[in-house]
């Protein structure tokens, strides 16, 4: 489990998989460690070499003062990929993933294979969500959000149904350097990539969330419609997919990545 550099932040990386299969990287949302890929893993790694990793601000990775970008996490990125040696990868991003992924898209395209943005955005016309989602954490720590933000993560349903996953991923929320939520928060207050979406020539497949009230379907339809030859489907549930329709979307990702 390496630790690489990114221009003096240590970012807490993992490789795993077959060593000669093409390379899928994963990228994870707000409020997530590169465990929230772990109902994704016994599947990809049968088919790819997967990387992940934490984003600065996030899990193991350092947590450098703010003001964090989305370029800058594109840069992280990057950084891990010529550390690694690794020329292209297919990329995989869920939420804040998804927004790494549009820049990496537009901006490195050279970098990336296909691409997954899953329960994203492009832009938030109301960048004052992120403003008040910054104040409440600066009074009340992530416990005092927590509630608040599983209850978009994951279905009322899919909570009542698996209450051991829903803990899970509240304990992996509140176990985030508010520091790093912080910035990151911010980064996302600034958010538009509106006009980065047509100069992405990838492959390119979006999912969203029938029960999404994160990133919903308006939005997955906004970006679909603005990258060239992009496809979309949509999956029961809401924002963290991954984990609440775990076999769909993996059928998913693989169907995508895998078809020729």
């Known amino acids: ?18 060593d000669s299969g093409p390379t899928l990287m994963l990228s994870n ?20 070499r997967v990387i992940r990793y ?7 990775s350092g947590v450098p003062r703010g003001p964090y970008s989305v ?4 840069r992280d990125v990057l950084a891990i990929l010529d550390d690694l040696n690794i020329e292209k990868v297919h990329w995989c991003g869920l939420s804040m993933g998804g927004m790494v992924g549009q820049w990496l898209g537009a901006h490195a395209p050279e970098r990336l ?21 910054i104040k ?14 599983i209850g978009g993560w994951l279905t009322q349903d899919f909570r009542d149904r698996q209450p051991d996953i829903a803990a899970k991923m509240k304990a992996m929320l509140t ?39 994160s990133t919903p379907i308006a939005m997955a339809e906004a970006i679909r419609s603005k990258i060239p030859g992009a496809s979309m489907t949509i999956l029961d549930a809401a924002h963290i997919s991954n984990v609440e329709a775990t ?4 059928d998913a990702v693989l169907g995508f990545l895998t078809q020729r």
């Not at 994704?40 to 790694?45: F, G, I």
């Not at 980064?187 to 006009?195: G, I, P, V």
């Not at 076999?247 to 993996?250: E, G, K, P, R, V």
């Open 247 to 250: 076999l769909a979307f993996n």
């Open 71 to 74: 370029e800058r996490f594109g």
């Open 29 to 48: 949302s707000l409020g997530c460690t590169l465990q929230m890929w772990e109902p994704q893993m016994q599947a990809l790694t049968k088919v790819f």
């Open 136 to 149: 409440a954490v600066k009074e009340g720590g992530l416990a005092s959000v927590a509630d608040t933000v």
């Open 54 to 60: 934490d984003r600065r601000g996030h899990g193991k």
């Open 113 to 133: 294979g296909k691409i997954v943005l899953s329960n994203t955005t492009c832009y938030y016309p109301d960048p004052s969500i992120w403003d008040a989602r």
């Open 175 to 213: 176990a985030t350097p508010v520091e790093g939520y912080l910035a990151s928060c911010e980064a996302l207050s600034r958010l538009d990539l509106r006009d980065d979406l047509p100069k992405i020539k990838s492959p390119t497949l979006v999912i969203a969330g029938r029960y999404d009230k």
């Open 1 to 18: 489990m390496p630790m690489i550099d990114a221009d003096g932040c240590l970012l807490n990386v993992t490789v795993e998989g077959r």
